[in-house]
């Protein structure tokens, strides 16, 4: 069984501090990693993908990848209270355009 | 970001009933994929739609459910007879461009369907 695991929270962070937040995953031939972000009663908003081990940069949204360690993070830098959300990481398995399987989701509370 | 449109946004019906989802994914592509969030819980695949045929389906994905292509744009999601535990957002997703790569999926709205 695939599986996507996440901390289910909540984290809490004051405002400007930065939010680290961590998934595991069990399919070692996974090649594509994603981050999205939920709002309560809203659908998955794509916020960052990655393919390649390291670190990818986009605004204050950094994602980093272990593919040896089945690791993927993303980190919320100055962090504001408009980020506070469920934070779902979510995986591609190798070839074609498949499906993605989701983890539960870490709630994320920035306070001010 | 590329837009994927749903109707309607929440659906209420009475156990056995049949309900029609409807979704309308990012134009020119023909990978199309269904998933669905019971409240509090993980979003979970359902099937997957490749060139007017499933490609993939999960367990949920059982004789109760269908997803047919009517027209060229819209895709629908089909329960037969619904039951209780159907209740859920369902969400339709389409692969986007340029965004993060290829093989990025982008989330309609959700349909609410509520199984009373």
């Known amino acids: 069984q695939k599986e996507v695991e996440q901390n289910s929270g909540p984290l809490s962070v004051p405002e400007g501090a930065i939010a680290s937040l961590n998934c595991t995953y069990s399919d070692r031939g996974s090649q594509s990693f994603f981050w999205y972000r939920q709002y309560s009663g809203k659908s998955p908003e794509l916020i960052m993908s990655?393919?390649?081990?390291g670190d990818k940069e986009d605004g204050r949204f950094t994602a980093q990848l272990n593919k040896a360690s089945q690791y993927v993070s993303l980190l919320i830098r100055d962090s504001q209270p408009s980020d506070s959300a469920t934070y779902l990481c979510?995986?591609?398995?190798?070839?074609?355009?498949?499906?993605?399987?989701f983890g539960a989701g870490t709630r994320l509370a920035v306070h001010p | 970001e590329p837009e994927v449109t749903q109707t309607p946004s929440h659906q209420v019906t009475q156990m056995g009933q049949e309900v029609i989802l409807r979704c309308v994914p990012i134009?020119?592509?023909?990978?199309f994929y269904w998933y669905r969030q019971i409240l509090g819980q993980k979003v979970e695949f359902l099937v997957s739609?490749?060139?007017?045929?499933?490609?993939?389906k999960s367990e949920i994905f059982d004789d109760q459910f269908s997803v047919e292509r009517p027209d060229g744009s819209n895709f629908t999601l089909k329960i037969r007879s619904t039951k209780l535990e159907d209740s859920a957002m369902y969400f339709c997703a389409s692969p986007g461009l340029k965004r993060g790569g290829g093989d990025t999926q982008y989330f309609g709205p959700g349909t609410r369907l509520t199984v009373l």
């Open positions: 739609f490749y060139n007017n045929e499933i490609s993939e």
């Open positions: 979510a995986v591609r398995g190798s070839g074609g355009y498949n499906k993605l399987i």
């Open positions: 990655i393919y390649s081990n």
């Open positions: 134009s020119n592509h023909l990978y």
